[in-house]
Nanobody
Framework: QVHLVESGGGSVQAGGSLQLSCVFS????????MGWYRQAPGKERELVMAKLGDGSTRAIDSVKDRFTIFQDRATDTLYLRMNSLKTEDTAVYYC??????????????????WGQGTQVTVSL
């Protein structure tokens, strides 16, 4: 069982920066990606940014120019660097790991493991 432990959340003023960290207990042999989701109050959880196994990066438009995702393979740690934070970035952020689902015909890459979540609050 893969365990993800996040840290780095907190409160910051608009325009500020935060860096989230996520330590993986291990990497699933079927791993096909890792990333960060967020869930704001009253809203659905959304995938913010992810690194996929083919080397590509996915991100929602609202963060593409402000957030950076990167990985330290030596320590199995995933990071999310968030710059120029806005109030609408306020949410609980979840680290996630994707694995290939062998039970699907297309061997879909699906989110399988979750961190506990870390609160990010951006104020004016």
């Amino acid at each position: 069982q893969v365990h993800l432990v996040e840290s780095g959340g907190g409160s910051v003023q608009a325009g500020g920066s935060l860096q989230l960290s996520c330590v993986f207990s291990e990497i699933d042999p079927l791993n096909c990606g890792m990333g960060w989701y967020r869930q704001a109050p009253g809203k659905e959880r959304e995938l913010v940014m992810a690194k996929l196994g083919d080397g590509s990066t996915r991100a929602i438009d609202s963060v593409k120019d402000r957030f950076t995702i990167f990985q330290d393979r030596a320590t199995d740690t995933l990071y999310l660097r968030m710059n120029s934070l806005k109030t609408e970035d306020t949410a609980v952020y979840y680290c996630a790991a994707m694995s290939v689902n062998l039970t699907t015909r297309e061997y879909a890459c699906q989110t399988r493991y979750w961190g506990q979540g870390t609160q990010v609050t951006v104020s004016l």
